[in-house]
């Protein structure tokens, strides 16, 4: 694809924005950051996708009632549009907030031309929408037999084909304009930080039935930015929300010497600064880290080859820091991984010949080739589920599965994959056996595939590779009809749950790609998530283990990601959970 930065074919559908009314707004019209994402989004409704690309432009127009403090490590909790953190009765079972008033959402055609306040009902809807059968809301596992009451209203839509919106529920309470109270079924010390997610942002009933299927390119929230145009698959501007109440900046940090320079430069500034954020989609590597390295991008992560050009044993050059340029290197808490789909004819199922085959598979792949072919070394091996840095990681923890061709040849000889004279194998019925790969055009996918190809072949195992975008080959895990795709997952919010759901049965087309079923894991599951955060761990390493026998998934690794910040930009850190950092961020000209 070409890069969106130098040629736009597509008309952008504008939106309504309020532009008249920057002096309401301490952000600047002429103070632009210019970003790109890797991959397409698939629109900004985030209760019906969990999109990477979609989530991070979400964070920066809707809010949740709590938000992360933006320096502190390890995340914490602070309140966002609560007045402060909930008070908590009955040891985690019951949560009341405080909503500040006079928040607004942003100006819209949904309100006919009526300024609309945020208030306790805007987030009762919201839990509401994920509960909603018809959305399949991949975040419904979050809150699934969480909310007392909520159970029977939706079972109730499952049996009516539609969910009632004004039903009582026992656990969603505006006790008034501006206090909810949410009971919960059991208590959960956990629930503050599923709350901080964006898929639980206060959500204006009107404006979804406004606009109805169309909601995902019509975001209204009453975050610091809306939607200015959207190019599905090539742009996004957003501009400061006009009725945004604003903040000074006040962050204290870890004492750093990264930290310390950020608090010098922002410290008490009113905020947004930025006026505007444009974001192309720039899939090919080389042509985004052209874009970086020629200051059209403001910052972002290095490329593969950009990390080979830019670094020197993990460090910046000296050509770039002599222009300014900052290196930030993150590791990040998430796991990579090749996904299996359990309902696949040819790799799916529970027979010991299907487990020996997804077993060779994963036996089959060399890790420590793909960090160096794939990142240059930067990454390292994931053991668990869980990455570091998210509650219930074991850092002794050591995976079952290791780089071992030998066996899994021998595993599939066991198992009848017998090889043909072209020296590939056929199933064990003697029919072709071929496994379909999704993949998309960038430069690190074709990387990707010869790797595979490469390990594949060592054993026998024909492999093709169907090349796709990110939203389309999301949209057909999604609904279980893919047989292999790589994947990634970020923590949404800093607890094992939010890894370990991705292979919950009930979460299959919501959630969990591999469309994952098993007893075993399952009970592991319900049982965890009864237990205090701190308590959990020994269940998830059994999870763990019961993954590594079925083999839905082929575990890979954690990246460490190389953010370049040209000087202009002030106030970046990348945050462990936060992804639209954009509102604590300024853009001053560089003094010659």
Not at 78 to 100: C, H, R, W
Not at 110 to 119: D, I, M, N, P, S
Not at 336 to 359: C, F, H, Q, W
Request: proline content about 6%; aromatic content about 10%; some cysteine.
């Amino acid at each position: 694809m070409k890069s969106a930065l130098f040629s736009m074919t597509i008309l952008a559908l504008a939106m309504s924005s309020g532009q008249t009314a920057w002096a309401k707004s301490s952000a600047h019209p002429d103070k632009i950051l210019n970003l790109a994402f890797e991959a397409p989004d698939d629109g900004f409704d985030m209760v019906k996708t969990y999109n990477f690309y979609s989530g991070s432009v979400a964070e920066a127009i809707f809010e949740p009632l709590l938000r992360y403090d933006y320096l502190a490590r390890p995340a914490i909790l602070a309140p966002n549009t609560a007045e402060s953190l909930p008070v908590v009765k009955q040891d985690g079972k019951v949560y009341t907030f405080k909503i500040k008033p006079g928040i607004y959402f942003s100006p819209d055609p949904a309100f006919q031309g009526k300024k609309r306040e945020l208030v306790a009902r805007d987030y009762i809807y919201s839990m509401q929408r994920v509960m909603d059968p018809k959305n399949h809301s991949p975040s419904f596992s979050f809150i699934e037999g969480k909310i007392l009451g909520a159970d029977q209203v939706i079972q109730q839509a499952k049996k009516t084909g539609k969910f009632n919106y004004d039903a009582p529920i026992a656990g969603l309470k505006a006790l008034d304009k501006y206090t909810l109270q949410i009971t919960l079924t059991r208590s959960d010390l956990n629930f503050p930080y599923i709350l901080a997610y964006v898929a639980f942002a206060g959500t204006a009933r009107e404006v979804i039935e406004h606009y109805g299927d169309r909601v995902g390119q019509h975001p209204v929230g009453t975050g610091a930015y809306q939607l200015h145009k959207y190019v599905p698959r090539s742009r996004i501007e957003l501009t400061a929300n006009p009725n945004y109440r604003s903040f000074v900046w006040n962050f204290k940090g870890d004492g750093s010497e990264w930290d310390q320079r950020i608090v010098k430069a922002m410290q008490g500034k009113q905020m947004p600064q930025i006026g505007k954020v444009k974001i192309s989609i720039i899939e090919e590597e080389q042509s985004r880290w052209l874009a970086l390295k020629s200051g059209q991008l403001d910052y972002d992560k290095l490329t593969a080859s950009g990390a080979e050009q830019a670094l020197e044993n993990k460090q910046l050059k000296s050509e770039y820091k002599k222009k300014g340029i900052l290196h930030y290197p993150n590791k990040e808490p998430e796991i990579t991984y090749t996904i299996m789909n359990m309902r696949d004819p040819v790799i799916g199922g529970n027979s010991l010949e299907k487990i020996a085959l997804r077993r060779a598979i994963a036996l089959s792949y060399n890790q420590k080739e793909a960090i160096q072919q794939l990142y240059k070394g930067h990454a390292v091996k994931a053991e668990m589920i869980l990455p570091e840095g998210v509650g219930g990681y074991n850092p002794n923890y050591r995976s079952s599965i290791a780089y071992n061709p030998l066996l899994a040849n021998k595993l599939l000889d066991r198992f009848g994959y017998k090889k043909g004279v072209d020296g590939y194998r056929t199933l064990p019925d003697g029919k072709p056996l071929v496994l379909k790969m999704n993949s998309t055009s960038s430069s690190s996918s074709v990387i990707s595939a010869e790797l595979w190809k490469k390990n594949l072949d060592a054993i026998g195992v024909k492999v093709e590779f169907k090349v796709s975008n990110f939203a389309d080959n999301l949209k057909e895990a999604t609904q279980c009809k893919h047989m292999m795709w790589g994947g990634a997952w970020i923590a949404d919010y800093p607890e094992g749950e939010n890894f370990a759901q991705l292979l919950y049965g009930p979460n299959a087309q919501q959630g969990n790609l591999s469309c994952y079923t098993s007893k075993a894991y399952d009970a592991l599951y319900q049982t965890a998530m009864k237990l205090p955060p701190q308590q959990r761990t020994p269940y998830y390493e059994q999870m763990n283990r019961q993954m590594e026998a079925d083999n839905p998934w082929i575990l890979h690794n954690t990246r460490v990601r190389n953010w370049l910040i040209h000087p202009q930009v002030q106030g970046f850190k990348a945050h462990p959970v936060t992804r639209a950092v954009w509102q604590y961020l300024d853009i001053e000209p560089v003094k010659k």
